[in-house]
Structure formats: C-alpha cells, structure tokens
C-alpha cells in the first residue's frame, strides 16, 4: 500500500514561511520510475482543488502564476520526499495543501492533507 505523508503546515503570519515535506513508503512502488511527476496542490474552503507546483524526475519545474517567485518545489529521490518552500506567504494562500506522484499506466497516489493558514 502506497502512502503519501505530509507534514509542514501550519499558522504562521503574512510574509511569513513554511516548508512542507511530503515522503513516499510502502508497497512495490518504484518511486524514481522514469516519468513521474509528484506535485503540490492546495484545496481553500469553497473551492475546487488546484495546481501549486509540479516537478518531474528530470527536475524540471511549474508553477501557478500565484506562487511564481515565493514558492519552490524540490525533491530528494534517494528519500523519496517532496518538498515546498514557500516564503512571502500571503493569506490568499491558505488551504489544504496535497501531495500527488504521478505516473500514467502506473499510479496515481495523494497524500492525506496538510493546512496551511497564513493570517494578516
């Protein structure tokens, strides 16, 4: 069974920073199979989920508009974790924030979940 484990979030006041941390386990799961993507999304009260930011096992990146310039997406394969840092956190940005990894034919994997609230 393959899990996806956030952790990071948390309250922390405009232009502020967290970073968030998202590792992979369990199950036969090729976590570095050529061609996957693992990315960040984020979910706010009464919205549709959305895009943060992608990265491929080419370490290749993209991100929102929104979070161009304040946000980076890395990984650590040998750990295979996933990582956001965000800095000038703005209180537009807060929501449940989700991990995917990504492969077609091969999986599609989200972790449970972190918040991140960013107040004035």
């Known amino acids: 069974q393959v899990q996806l484990v956030e952790s990071g979030g948390g309250l922390v006041q405009a232009g502020g920073s967290l970073r968030l941390s998202c590792a992979a386990s369990?199950?036969?799961?090729?976590?570095?199979?050529?061609?996957?993507?693992m990315g960040w999304y984020r979910q706010a009260p009464g919205k549709q989920r959305e895009l943060v930011a992608t990265i491929n096992t080419d370490s290749s990146t993209n991100y929102a508009d929104s979070v161009k310039g304040r946000f980076t997406i890395s990984r650590d394969n040998a750990k295979k974790t996933v990582y956001l840092q965000m800095n000038s956190l703005k209180p537009e940005d807060t929501a449940v924030y989700y991990c995917?990894?990504?492969?077609?034919?091969?999986?599609?994997?989200w972790g449970q979940g972190t918040q991140v609230t960013v107040s004035s």
């Open positions: 995917n990894w990504f492969r077609p034919g091969y999986g599609n994997y």
């Open positions: 369990g199950g036969i799961f090729n976590f570095n199979i050529m061609g996957n993507v």
